[in-house]
C-alpha cells in the first residue's frame, strides 16, 4: 500500500501491493481507501484526475455530508453514496449521551473501547450496513468501475472494513489485513492526538484517554468484527456468500479485477 499525498485529506492509500497467500499481488492503481474529500484543493483534484478514477463510494451518512460538504472530485467521476451510519462517531457520542440525563457520556472505564467493538460487530449483524458493504464488494470486482477510491469520514471504522472485507477475500494473510488497519493511525492519529489535547485543556473534554478509545484504532476493534462473523458464519467465505451474497464465482471475479 502507498500514501497518495494530498493537502486536504491525509488518509487516502493505494491498496495496491498487499500479496495473496498464494502469491498474487494486487495490482497498483486499482482500488483505494480514504478519508473524506471535501476539502480536497484543486492539485488534490488534479491528483485524483491523474488517477484515472472512475468510482468513489462514500460511507458518510447524509447529515455528516451536509455538515462537512459533499466531494470534491474530478469531473466524470461517478460518485455513489452508501451511507452506513456506524462508524459515525460523532452520531455515536450523541447516542451514548442520550442514556444520561446529563446529556454527557459516560465513556470511562473501558466503555469507550466497547463502543467500538459494537461499532465493529453491527458492521456484521445489522442488515442495512451489511447491504452497503456488499454493494460495495460488487462495485469493486466490477472491472468496468475501477479505478475505485472508497471512504468515510476519517477512512478508519468504516472504510476500515471494507477493506479487510476486500483483502481478506482475495486471500491476503490476516497479519497483513490487519497492519492496513492500524496504518490508519500513522495518518490520523496525530491531528486527532493534538485535538485531545487541546480539548482536554479547555475542559471540553474530562476523559482524554476515553477520547483516545474512540479515535485510535485497536486491533480488538476491528478482531470483533472478525469474531462476529466466526459466530454468525462460521467462516469468513460462508460471510461473503450468506452475507454479502457474494459466491465464489463473484470472488473469482474480485480477484481477476484486482490481482496481478
Known amino acids: 500500500m502507498s500514501l497518495i499525498e494530498l493537502q486536504g485529506a491525509v488518509n487516502v492509500r493505494d491498496l495496491g501491493g498487499f500479496v495473496t497467500a498464494e502469491g498474487r499481488r494486487l495490482a497498483a492503481g486499482r482500488l483505494f481507501r480514504a478519508d473524506a474529500l471535501h476539502k480536497l484543493t484543486d492539485g488534490d483534484v488534479a491528483v485524483l484526475a491523474g488517477l484515472g478514477l472512475r468510482t468513489v463510494i462514500d460511507f458518510r451518512s447524509p447529515r455528516e455530508i451536509t455538515g462537512a460538504g459533499p466531494d470534491l472530485l474530478p469531473p ?16 455515536t457520542l450523541g447516542a451514548v449521551a442520550d442514556e444520561f440525563s446529563s446529556g454527557k457520556p459516560d465513556l470511562g472505564g473501558g466503555r469507550a ?44 471504522d468504516r472504510t476500515g472494513w471494507m477493506a479487510a472485507i476486500v483483502l481478506t477475500a482475495l486471500g491476503v494473510p490476516h497479519d497483513d489485513v490487519l497492519a492496513d488497519y492500524l ?15 487541546r480539548a482536554a485543556e479547555s475542559g471540553k473534554i474530562e476523559d482524554p484517554d476515553a477520547m483516545r478509545e474512540l479515535l485510535y484504532q485497536d486491533p ?15 467462516t469468513f467465505d460462508r460471510f461473503l456468500t450468506d452475507g454479502l451474497d457474494f459466491g465464489p464465482a463473484n470472488v473469482e471475479r474480485l480477484r481477476d479485477a484486482l490481482l496481478e
Open 76 to 91: 466524470g467521476v461517478d460518485r455513489i453514496e452508501l451511507p452506513i451510519a456506524g462508524g459515525n462517531i460523532t452520531a
Open 113 to 156: 473501547a466497547e463502543v467500538m467493538r459494537t461499532i465493529n460487530r453491527q458492521f456484521i449483524t445489522v442488515p442495512e450496513y451489511r447491504a452497503a458493504f456488499a454493494r460495495t464488494l460488487h462495485l469493486i470486482a466490477d472491472p468496468d468501475r475501477d479505478p475505485l477510491l472508497f471512504h468515510c469520514t476519517a477512512g478508519k
Open 183 to 197: 496504518a490508519t493511525n500513522d495518518y490520523v492519529w496525530p491531528s486527532y492526538q493534538a485535538w485531545i489535547t
Open 220 to 234: 480488538s476493534y476491528i478482531g470483533s468484527a472478525f469474531t462476529a462473523v466466526e459466530s454468525t458464519y462460521g
